[in-house]
Structure formats: C-alpha cells, structure tokens
C-alpha cells in the first residue's frame, strides 16, 4: 500500500470491550476517512490467559498464524465473520487499541496482509512491533518506538460551536470515570462533586453531567438525587441507558471538567477545543504515565489540573479564560502521521 489516496480502505477493526479504547480506534479510522473513503470490519476480542503480553507479540511475529491463535483469545461476537474467515481475507489495516489484543493485531496483521495500526505505549526501543503505533506521551528513552499524538477521537472540532468566555460563558460539562486498579469514587469525592456542580450553578451556568462504564453504579445514583433540586439547571447522560458516544453533546459546553482518572475523556475535551480541567479526586495518585500525558496538556495550556477539594470551593473558573485551545486539526494531524508512516515503511 503505497499511501491512503486510491480505492477505499479495507480495515479490521479489534476490539478488547473497553469504551475508551473502542473510541480511539474509532477515532483513527475516521482520521483515515479523512483522506479516503474506509471499509470497516469489526471483531470483539478476549484476551485467554496472564502471560506475558511481549513475549506473546515476539510469537504473533513469528509464528504461523493457525498455530499462534488457538487458546490465546476468544471472539466475542462474530456477526461479520468468524476469525478464520476474517484471517483468510485481504485487508488494508488492523486497528486495535488495549494491551490485552496487541498481539491479535499483530497476528492478524500478518494473516491478512494488512498494515498495523496501534495505540498504546511502546515496550521494546528498538523493535517497531507495528507498523504504526501511535502513543500519547513524549519518549523516555532514546530510540523509543512510536509517534506522539492526542488520544484520538472521531470529535471534529469544526462541528462544534466556539466556547464561549468569561461573561459569556453559559454551559460547563462535567465527565465521570469512575473505577480503576489506582482509584475508585467514593462517596467522600460524590460529595465534592455535588458542591463542585451546584457551585457552577450558582454561578449561573447550565451543567451536563454525564458518567462512564466505570462510573460506580450505586454511588452515582445518589449523586444525580442529590442534584435534582437543581432542576434544569443540570442535566444528566447516564452511560447505562444512552451507550457508547452518548456525551458527544457535552462537548459543545462552553468547559469541560473531567476526572483524572480519564485520560481518553481528557484528549476528547481537548480535541474539542474546550478549555479543560483536570479533577483529582482527594487521595488519588495520578499514575506515572498518566501523569506524563497530562504534563504535556498542561505544558502547552491546553488544561490545568486541581483537587476536587479545591474546585467544590469554586473561585477559579476565572483560570479557563487563561487557557488555550488546540489550533491544529486533531483528525488531520493523525491522518498525515498514518500516511507518512505508510509512505516510509515498505509494503
């Protein structure tokens, strides 16, 4: 494949079950519609096993794909094939996001002879396991693999109105993780978030407050009762019943507030060219990397982190208007890192 300019784009779309890893694959192959048309598959995947995830890619390099696959992952859903018949066919690119099916996408790559296309972090500075891999944040260590980019998205930034500032501004967005390895909402930081929204309330802003599959079921239940004497003033997407892109509309808000254990929500405010603020919940240690990834947000303006602690007590939302917005186009920028990554690597 000489480039992405010619017939349509035949892609095989992996999934490992995660919303925000499902929203960055997504967001590569609408940066590839944005310069050819794509033909999508999709495949659902679970990863068998806890082996080690590098030694598994070194195998998918090398061995047959027949041999390789058996009992290392199970299809979740095949209404657009089995995986034999997906591995018999020809493909373009392999898209896949999440540790656990990196090396499906490998193997499937190589089966298919297709392109691979991966976001996540690199393990092996001299080995470029994929053809492309896309990573959010500035290499450690010299000759690392992987060209930096904002988590995609498939938000344009074109679609959405301007925010507004200072006086002007009219709406604030508040986005919820929720549970992770490092973190989980407790009931101490529902109540930081209850005063950091009517907070926003009093100060005469509308709020759309939208969860995510991790959010903890129970404890947001009581968050979103706690607010209904707010009234319109407030307005709740519930993850549960509105499913995947269902927060897409909190991205016209004039801000974005997300809780820091969301890095993919984080990119999306950005990429919508909002002003965005990063909540850490009290006694949550943001991990290393993660901590990398928001250190470059943070260094170009484009957000500012705080406690929850201090942004339930307000006084600082005079610090969006010192913000800035993203001036390049998030979409295009990925599309031309994909296409000088396929104009530079032989087919």
């Known amino acids: 494949m000489s480039g992405l300019l010619g017939r349509p784009l035949r892609a095989l779309a992996l999934s490992d079950g995660v919303a925000g890893h499902d929203r960055i694959t997504l967001g590569v192959l609408t940066a590839i519609t944005r310069r ?23 195998q998918a390099r090398l061995m047959p794909f027949d041999r390789f696959w058996p009992g290392r992952f199970d299809a979740l859903d095949e209404r657009e094939g089995t995986v034999a018949q997906l591995a018999s066919e ?44 896309l990573r959010p944040d500035p290499a450690r260590v010299r000759f690392s693999q992987g060209v930096v980019v904002l988590r995609p998205s498939e938000i344009d930034p074109d679609g959405l109105p301007p925010a507004r500032k200072g ?75 509105a499913g995947l892109m269902s927060n897409l509309d909190a991205f016209a808000a004039d801000a974005v507030i997300v809780t820091a254990d969301s890095m ?22 943001v991990p290393g990397r ?41 979409l295009d920028r990925l599309a031309d890192v994909i296409e000088r990554a396929f104009h530079t690597r032989p087919s």
């Open 36 to 58: 050819r048309p794509v033909e999508a598959r999709r495949l659902a995947l679970r990863a068998l096993g806890g082996g080690s995830r590098r030694w598994e890619r070194l």
């Open 90 to 133: 020809r493909f373009d690119v392999v898209v896949a996001t999440g540790p656990s099916i990196s090396a499906a996408a490998i193997a499937l790559a190589r089966a298919t002879g297709a392109r691979s296309i991966y976001f996540g972090f690199p393990k092996l500075p001299f080995v470029a396991e994929f053809d492309v891999l």
């Open 167 to 241: 006086a002007e501004r009219r709406k604030a967005a508040l986005l919820l993780g929720g549970a992770t390895k490092h973190h989980t909402l407790s009931e101490a930081d529902f109540a930081q978030l209850e005063a950091l929204v009517r907070g926003l309330v009093d100060e005469g802003l509308e709020v759309v407050v939208s969860n995510s599959r991790r959010t903890p079921a129970s404890g947001f239940d009581r968050f979103v009762a706690a607010l209904k004497p707010a009234g319109d003033a407030v307005r709740i997407i519930d993850f549960r019943s």
């Open 264 to 285: 993919s929500m984080v990119a999306e405010a950005i990429a919508a060219r909002r002003p965005t603020v990063v909540a850490r919940p009290d006694g949550y240690r």
């Open 290 to 330: 993660d901590a990398a990834e928001l250190a470059v947000h943070v260094r170009r303006g484009l957000a500012f982190d705080a406690s929850l602690l201090d942004l339930a007590r307000m006084g600082w939302t005079h610090r969006l208007d010192r913000l800035s917005i993203l001036t390049e186009h998030p």
